[in-house]
């Protein structure tokens, strides 16, 4: 591969593309689809593309909110969250919870799923969610550049205390990852990587 077979750019120049092709790159991402409480009890749910787990022991996952949203607030003030898997049965309800609405709006009525109490931390999980993290918060991170420059974008991690997973979705004591038919977060359809045609959709913000 030669110079001239390379599509080259600086980021902090553009990339002369018609879509900027990072996040399409990084793909598939799993969907962090997180439920937390407000210090005045307010629940709130919603999803996040940049989300993965970092460690084992403790076992920590992350997810990153490009500006400062009411996810990162709510654990900012109570340091508990819960991670709910999506589904492909849960996508739809996923989706709308990615629509901008008042603090005060209970996103899990509004996605028209089950708050369920979890065991550890006073946060809901997902009841339709066959598999939910309850997290305790570690560390709330504000990303910045190479420069020392802030950017509008908060890490928080948490540590895993509790895990729920659907009992049908373990066999032999092995966790089927492709029978639980998770979805994630690709780039665009047809984008990049090896997969039938068939498993690939697209869904519109609602917002």
Same mark, same amino acid.
């Given at each position: 591969?030669?110079?001239?077979?390379?599509?080259?750019?600086?980021?902090?120049?553009?990339?002369?593309?018609?879509?900027?092709?990072?996040?399409?790159?990084?793909? +598939?991402?799993? =969907? @962090?689809?997180? %439920?937390?409480?407000?210090? *005045?009890?307010?629940? #709130?749910?919603?999803?996040?593309?940049? &989300?993965?787990?970092?460690?084992?022991? +403790?076992?920590? =996952? @992350?997810?990153? %909110?490009?500006?400062?949203? *009411?996810?990162?607030? #709510?654990?900012?003030?109570?340091?508990? &969250?819960?991670?709910?898997?999506?589904?492909?049965?849960?996508?739809?309800?996923?989706?709308?919870?990615?629509?901008?609405?008042?603090?005060?709006?209970?996103?899990?009525?509004?996605?028209?799923?089950?708050?369920?109490?979890?065991?550890?931390?006073?946060?809901?999980?997902?009841?339709?969610?066959?598999?939910?993290?309850?997290?305790?918060?570690?560390?709330?991170?504000?990303?910045?550049?190479?420069?020392?420059?802030?950017?509008?974008?908060?890490?928080?991690?948490?540590?895993?205390?509790?895990?729920?997973?659907?009992?049908?979705?373990?066999?032999?004591?092995?966790?089927?990852?492709?029978?639980?038919?998770?979805?994630?977060?690709?780039?665009?359809?047809?984008?990049?990587?090896?997969?039938?045609?068939?498993?690939?959709?697209?869904?519109?913000?609602?917002?």
């Amino acid at each position: 591969m030669t110079e001239q077979d390379l599509h080259f750019y600086e980021p902090k120049n553009g990339h002369g593309l018609k879509h900027d092709p990072f996040n399409a790159i990084v793909a +598939p991402r799993p =969907i @962090g689809w997180i %439920s937390s409480r407000d210090a *005045d009890g307010h629940v #709130n749910l919603a999803p996040y593309s940049f &989300f993965n787990a970092f460690n084992y022991t +403790p076992p920590i =996952i @992350g997810f990153s %909110s490009t500006q400062w949203k *009411d996810s990162v607030a #709510n654990i900012k003030d109570t340091g508990e &969250f819960v991670w709910n898997l999506v589904t492909r049965d849960l996508a739809t309800h996923m989706n709308a919870t990615a629509a901008h609405v008042a603090r005060e709006v209970d996103e899990f009525k509004l996605a028209g799923v089950t708050a369920v109490p979890s065991k550890f931390v006073n946060v809901p999980r997902v009841g339709e969610s066959p598999v939910a993290f309850e997290c305790k918060v570690t560390q709330i991170i504000q990303l910045q550049g190479a420069d020392g420059t802030k950017a509008q974008a908060w890490l928080t991690l948490g540590e895993v205390v509790a895990v729920h997973i659907d009992k049908a979705l373990i066999k032999d004591g092995v966790y089927q990852t492709a029978l639980a038919h998770p979805i994630v977060r690709a780039g665009r359809r047809g984008d990049y990587f090896e997969i039938k045609a068939e498993d690939m959709f697209e869904m519109i913000r609602p917002d």
